[in-house]
């Protein structure tokens, strides 16, 4: 009787963990909708793949699922995140290992919902809470440029190195509930369509936020959109300071005017800066090969976004210096370094060699970009095919971490600059974890 009893208890303690372990097994597995669910792929055209090509180009999806001198979007590009190392799948149409099985649905999924067929969850570091806005006339082009436009490889993906139980996928279901929101861009009909189309572009496809918009603690996008203050305001990200795309005067783009917006997204320069960092690649693969009213219509949208004046201070305005004492800290390191090519007045060469006064990297707190590029230097700018005869080149074996941090100090204190200090502990964390900038022209192919 007493084993019978203790048979029946144990029976109803676990019937409501099995039925908690199905509940958990079906949230964790189960398929967003997608609208696409009972349609077959049409039959495609030529210009609906040179279509999918263009939104591709958008979404730069071919600069973490391509290596240089590889199969176009093969996969393989090692991505570092806080659990640890990641690679970039193969997204060819290739049945194996890459994408060539899937419906127009499972594609679907996978980009716009971060969810692969059977259930398994994507990383994060595929930014589908962006890729959520793509319409689907955009999601049906892409798709067709995939299937019809890439050539398939077959080449096994590369496992991460994320250890157990950090490696587990379902908690993603979780995240993406909490921070990846699933609808499509809905216009707003306040606003004219340049605008609408700039907020498109910058908000889904560019998926500028994944940069520009700082984090929370579960590495979610603190704003999707510029209904929230974050959104863009600037955020760390991989050894850089990715700065403000909104009306900040001192960090953001409160100086640029739309002209100068589009032509830096067009030609990696400007009056005010070149590109450097991750944006090199993001020029180098994207948005130099954006129409030209699709940049006036970013450029647009950003400029409507307001600054924030307690974050970024006092609108900076130049300070001319009359003598530059060699006494001074910084001072004969940035005479005999940096000034031939940034000027000894820190004005630079407008349109070719950017200025040191009024920098962002001059005056945000952040020292991030501002030591990374003085140890690593810059990758080479390729412009419609052009490589660039000029590049900032890398510091960190002619000078100490202590000359960096006082050239850096320098700069970041002269011409009305008013970033402060760069501390010598900082400029030797970054020289450890980062390495040189590739002096190579890196262009990568989308056929």
């Known amino acids: 009787m007493n084993t019978r009893r203790f048979a029946r208890t144990v029976g109803w303690l676990a019937l409501p963990c099995v039925v908690a372990a199905g509940l958990l097994a079906w949230y964790v597995t189960r398929q967003p909708a997608t609208p696409f669910e009972q349609q077959q792929a049409a039959s495609v055209d030529p210009a609906q793949v040179s279509r999918g090509e263009y939104v591709a180009r958008l979404s730069d999806c071919v600069a973490c699922h391509s290596l240089p001198g590889k199969t176009p979007f093969a996969g393989g590009l090692e991505m570092a995140t806080p659990l640890g ?50 319409s689907d006339d955009d999601i049906r082009a892409m798709y067709a440029f995939f299937m019809k436009g890439v050539q398939p490889a077959n080449q096994p993906n590369i496992p991460s190195d994320i250890p157990w139980p950090l490696n587990m996928r379902w908690p993603i279901a979780l995240w993406n509930d909490l921070f990846a929101p699933t609808a499509t861009y809905a216009a707003k009909p306040e606003q004219d369509a340049l605008w609408n189309r700039g907020a498109y572009i910058v908000q889904g496809p560019g998926h500028c936020g994944s940069c520009h918009t700082p984090r929370g603690l579960a590495f979610n996008e603190k704003a999707l959109d510029e209904s929230g203050k974050p959104f863009l305001a600037g955020a760390l990200l991989d050894g850089w300071y990715a700065p403000s795309l909104r009306q900040d005067p001192n960090t953001g783009l409160g100086r640029w005017s739309e002209p100068e917006i589009v032509q830096l997204l067009k030609t990696g320069r400007n009056r005010h800066a070149v590109v450097y960092g991750s944006m090199t690649e993001a020029f180098n693969n994207s948005t130099q090969f954006m129409a030209d009213n699709d940049l006036a219509a970013i450029a647009r949208y950003l400029k409507s976004l307001p600054g924030d004046p307690q974050r970024d201070g006092t609108p900076w305005a130049y300070q001319a210096v009359a003598t530059h004492s060699a006494a001074t800290p910084g001072a004969h390191t940035y005479a005999t370094r940096c000034a031939s090519c940034h000027g000894a007045d820190g004005k630079g060469q407008p349109d070719w060699m950017p200025p040191l006064a009024g ?13 990374n590029i003085t140890l690593n230097g810059s990758q080479r700018i390729v412009a419609a095919g052009v490589p660039d005869a000029y590049r900032m080149p890398a510091f960190r074996e002619q000078l100490s971490d202590q000359e960096i941090a006082e050239v850096l100090t320098y700069v970041r204190s002269t011409w009305g600059n008013g970033g402060g200090a760069v501390e010598v502990k900082a400029v030797e964390k970054l020289r450890g974890h980062t390495d040189p900038a590739s002096s190579s022209p890196i262009i990568l192919q989308m056929r």
Do not use: C, Q, W
């Not at 920098?359 to 030591?371: N, R």
């Open 359 to 371: 920098a962002t990297s001059a005056l945000a707190k952040e020292t991030a970009s501002a030591i």
């Open 85 to 134: 190392t990641i690679h970039a799948t193969n997204v060819t149409p290739d049945r194996d290992s890459g994408i060539g099985a899937y419906s127009l649905a499972d594609f679907d999924r996978a980009v716009r919902h971060g969810v692969a067929p059977g259930g398994r969850r994507l990383y994060p570091a595929m930014p589908y809470p962006s890729y959520a806005k793509l």
